[in-house]
Structures are given as C-alpha cells and as structure tokens.
C-alpha cells in the first residue's frame, strides 16, 4: 500500500472537488468528491482502497481517469463546508448534463 504521509497536501487551506470516470458500468458514469489532498493523491487512495467510494465497493467497477474538464471554475474552497457545497453543486450540473452522478453528497 502506497505511503501517503510522504506526500504533500495540495495546500492544508484549501479543498477541491474532483471527478472521476467510474469504469465497469455504463458510459457517462461519474464520481465526485471533494477533498484537501491533491485530487492525484486522493484517486489513488481509491485505486488502493483507502477511504473508497461506496460505488467502487463490493461491485464490477474500477477508479478510472480523473476529469479536471467536467470540473467548473469555483472559487477558493477554503472549508469543509464550502467544498461540500461546490462538490453538491458539480454532480448537480453533471446530472443535469446527462451524466449518472455517484458521490456529491
């Protein structure tokens, strides 16, 4: 298992949101999520299993590529709070573009 601790944070004060392309099952299946590590470092830890994704559980799909184009400009995210709230905003807007949306809570 990769050692996380060695790597940086992309910035302690500020979060992201981050998608990733959900292979296995339909086209156009999406998980988004938001957190303070580099988006990089946090699809690796559901490639590894840390901290998975419901949708990635116990079924026939895998971590795909991470998409930074379905990512809207947001402003600075620079609490829990607001991330949770740009992160509902974004798999709203991938839903109403079609995409099946897991994550986005």
Same mark, same amino acid.
Request: net charge positive.
């Given at each position: 298992? =990769? %050692?996380?601790?060695?790597?940086?944070?992309?910035?302690? %004060?500020?979060?992201?949101?981050?998608?990733?392309?959900?292979?296995?099952g339909v086209?156009?299946? &999406?998980?988004?999520?938001? #957190?303070?590590?580099?988006?990089?470092?946090?699809?690796?830890?559901?490639? +590894?299993?840390?901290?998975?994704?419901?949708?990635? %559980?116990?079924?026939?799909?895998?971590?795909? &590529?991470? !998409?930074? +184009? &379905? *990512?809207?400009?947001?402003?600075s995210l =620079? #609490?829990?709070? &607001?991330?949770?709230?740009?992160?509902?905003?974004?798999?709203? *807007?991938? !839903?109403?573009?079609?995409?099946?949306v897991y994550?986005?809570?």
């Open positions: 298992m =990769t %050692k996380y601790r060695t790597r940086a944070f992309a910035d302690p %004060k500020v979060f992201s949101v981050y998608v990733i392309e959900v292979l296995g086209d156009g299946e &999406l998980y988004v999520g938001q #957190t303070w590590h580099t988006p990089e470092l946090r699809r690796q830890q559901h490639v +590894d299993g840390v901290r998975r994704g419901r949708v990635f %559980k116990g079924r026939d799909r895998e971590v795909g &590529l991470l !998409r930074p +184009d &379905l *990512v809207p400009p947001l402003a =620079t #609490t829990r709070e &607001l991330a949770e709230a740009a992160e509902k905003y974004v798999a709203a *807007v991938l !839903r109403s573009q079609g995409f099946k994550g986005g809570h």
